[in-house]
């Protein structure tokens, strides 16, 4: 007598917009051959079901060796919407594994998902930017994006896209910076990120300023800040914001512009030792760090250094700071204010 | 439990209040109670079945108290000492009775079973309800379902147990696979942001330490570039100095030698100039341009005067020569003596010579 009671044994689990994944081994071979099949709903359920089979990190090699990321490719350019934005978010899942980053450069994948910047579909194109800034985080990734010529698109890209984006945005140029500036110089990111810099949302104002940062570590870049009058605003949001990672990213962009002459006497003229002087005892140890740097490249300059003379002690009290890299920045610091030649 | 009925026709019934209580249960055993404490005890109940007040039965034999009698003082008061010996005799008996000897010190007495098998002691008398209950009384019965009359033929079919389905046994499975795969996956995901958060966290401290260290090896470059381009710029400075003080050297020497050889120099292209006759007296300048060609000329005249003057001698002289020539040929040829003739030509011939030489010397 057959019982239709199936208590003892759980059913399966059936859901009209997903794929059965098979058993065991056998999933991702199947996901693979439904992925490149010629029927739509096919397609789309598959691609539905793998998004959420490779969260879990065990399968996600099984799938580089089965050749997902070949299918996925070829998905990218698919008509259908579900597909796009599924592949795209598949494609962000993979990259957030070392071993799926270096498929996605062997496959040379970063072209095809760049063309999808252009997307009708929000959500196909921030899942697009959140693959590249995945990939971004390695340096083999980021010289990737660079060899691709994608600087100039991306910083285009910073002045139209919705703010969700632009974040993701910012971060892909931070890495990708590390690799090279002169590209994302010569395509003027610097004035853009300049004007960044008074948007209403703190995390791109911090973003903004930590891309300064990266943009003018060659003297170039630096020249260019200074040209651009990113100072003054810089400074502007040491006094007034009251985002930590706003003020850590500007302090952090003023000590890198500072280096050069020219810089340092740009900042002095804003003011910026009184409002740098006043973050020495933030709470934010980033925060305390960038500022006694900024500081010390401040103090080189003549002018400086007779300003400082009178903050010597508070310096000073911050080489008992609890953590190390802010106690040798602080000895440093008091080391080249209190320099005589 | 003597309450009198109230005189009837008063016009007012008999009332009884009291507040509702739990019947109290008769002891399974007897208790020793202090006899003192026993009028604190809530009087029982009367059980009205055997309450005289109850009229039971029929009302022949009732027996009612005469409403107007009141009770006779005497007979109350004589009732009551009856009660009161009664309950003096029973404690008089209860303090008779044998009673086990009092504890040693430190000791005291507690029950105990001494039957063979142990049973459980409980003050509940065992009891069981049974009751039946009427069904409410209906003035007609519900009327009955219309079920049409039956066609066809009947068709039956067995069930037995856990054959049908059963919807809250059957969602059961479907709901735990439906709500654990969704966790599953959802703690997944959570462990990936999680994972990817930890990264960033890691990163971000990362990052802190780079920039500084990043900004602080291009400041110590930057200080470098600026003491190197200072040192070379002083060395430029030196080395211009030194320059500056060779040439100095240099020209000082050339000065002093070009004094010295300017010191001389002055006189002796005045001398080459006045020897070169650069420097001239006007007088003997034109002197010798004006006078000396002319008196070169004059005397050119002079002499060429004094030469025709010669010639004409000259030609005088010849003439009177060849003419005394052709006067001695002619006189030897008359002699044609060779010995004479050759004598008189070697005398004859240095004869002229003294001749010229006195003209000459008479021109100069």
Redesign the interface.
């Known amino acids: 007598?057959a019982?239709?009671?199936?208590?003892a044994?759980?059913?399966?689990?059936i859901d009209p917009t997903r794929t059965p994944l098979a058993y065991g081994a056998r999933a991702i071979p199947r996901l693979n051959r439904e992925l490149n099949d010629e029927t739509l709903l096919t397609r789309q359920r598959a691609v539905m079901s793998l998004c959420?089979y490779l969260?879990?990190?065990e399968h996600i090699a099984t799938a580089l060796r089965e050749g997902i990321v070949e299918s996925l490719k070829n998905l990218l350019s698919d008509p259908d919407i579900t597909v796009r934005q599924k592949s795209t978010e598949c494609l962000f899942?993979i990259a957030?594994h070392a071993i799926g980053r270096d498929a996605f450069i062997d496959h040379e994948i970063i072209k095809p998902v760049s063309n999808l910047f252009n997307d009708s579909e929000d959500i196909a194109r921030q899942n697009a930017h959140k693959a590249l800034e995945m990939i971004a985080?390695t340096p083999n990734g980021a010289e990737g994006i660079v060899t691709c010529e994608l600087i100039p698109t991306l910083v285009d890209k910073l002045k139209t896209e919705h703010d969700e984006i632009k974040v993701l945005i910012l971060d892909t140029l931070h890495y990708c910076m590390r690799v090279d500036t002169s590209k994302a110089l010569s395509s003027g990111a610097m004035k853009i990120f300049t004007s960044l810099l008074s948007h209403e949302l703190p995390i791109i104002r911090s973003k903004a300023a930590r891309d300064i940062?990266d943009l003018s570590?060659p003297l170039a870049g630096k020249d260019k800040a200074v040209e651009e009058g990113s100072v003054p605003v810089l400074v502007d949001l040491l006094v007034k914001d009251d985002s930590p990672d706003v003020i850590a990213n500007s302090a952090?962009a003023i000590?890198?512009i500072t280096?050069?002459?020219k810089g340092k006497y740009t900042a002095i003229n804003c003011n910026a030792i009184e409002a740098l002087v006043k973050l020495v005892n933030h709470q934010s140890?980033?925060v305390r760090?960038?500022a006694l740097?900024a500081l010390?490249?401040l103090s080189?300059a003549p002018e400086g250094r007779d300003v400082l003379l009178l903050f010597v002690d508070s310096i000073k009290e911050r080489t008992e700071d609890s953590v190390p890299?802010v106690v040798n920045?602080a000895k440093?610091a008091v080391k080249v204010i209190t320099w005589k030649p | 439990m003597a309450a009198v009925l109230p005189p009837k026709g008063d016009g007012g019934t008999y009332t009884f209040a009291s507040q509702p209580r739990a019947v109290q249960e008769r002891k399974k055993y007897r208790e020793t109670r202090d006899p003192l404490i026993q009028n604190d005890v809530p009087s029982q109940y009367g059980n009205i079945m055997y309450d005289r007040r109850i009229v039971r039965g029929n009302t022949y034999a009732q027996h009612t108290l005469p409403a107007s009698a009141q009770p006779d003082p005497i007979e109350i008061q004589r009732q009551q000492e009856n009660k009161r010996r009664a309950m003096a005799r029973k404690r008089a008996k209860e303090q008779l009775r044998p009673r086990s000897p009092e504890a040693v010190e430190g000791r005291k007495h507690i029950d105990v079973q001494t039957e063979l098998y142990l049973e459980e002691l409980s003050d509940r008398v065992e009891e069981a309800d049974v009751d039946c209950q009427t069904d409410a009384f209906l003035d007609r019965p519900p009327s009955p379902l219309f079920i049409p009359a039956k066609t066809g033929k009947d068709v039956a079919t067995q069930i037995?147990e856990?054959?049908l389905?059963?919807f809250d046994?059957?969602v059961?499975?479907?709901l735990?696979?439906?709500v654990g795969?969704t966790v599953e996956?959802a703690l997944?995901?959570v462990m990936?942001e999680e994972e990817?958060s930890n990264l960033r966290q890691q990163?971000?401290a990362f990052e802190?330490?780079r920039?500084?260290e990043?900004?602080?090896q291009?400041?110590l470059e930057?200080?470098e570039r600026?003491h190197r381009e200072e040192k070379e710029r002083r060395m430029k400075q030196q080395h211009e100095v030194l320059k500056k003080e060779k040439e100095t050297a240099e020209k000082i020497a050339a000065r002093a030698f070009a004094q010295s050889y300017l010191a001389d120099l002055v006189p002796s292209v005045f001398g080459t100039l006045a020897d070169n006759g650069y420097f001239y007296d006007p007088v003997e300048r034109d002197v010798e341009q004006g006078f000396m060609p002319w008196l070169m000329e004059q005397v050119e005249i002079q002499l060429e005067k004094s030469e025709l003057g010669r010639m004409v001698l000259d030609g005088i002289i010849r003439e009177v020569t060849s003419n005394r020539l052709d006067l001695y040929s002619t006189a030897e040829d008359k002699a044609s003596s060779t010995t004479q003739a050759k004598s008189n030509t070697e005398n004859a011939a240095p004869e002229p010579s003294p001749d010229t030489t006195t003209v000459s010397k008479f021109i100069y």
């Open positions: 007598m019982f239709t009671r199936i208590s044994k759980y059913p399966p689990q959420d969260h879990d990190p899942v957030g985080e940062m570590v952090g000590m890198t280096i050069t002459t140890s980033e760090l960038n740097k010390t490249c080189e890299a920045a440093i | 037995l856990g054959d389905f059963d046994i059957e059961k499975p479907i735990e696979v439906l795969k996956q997944l995901e990936e990817l990163q971000r802190e330490l920039n500084a990043l900004v602080e291009q400041r930057e200080q600026r």
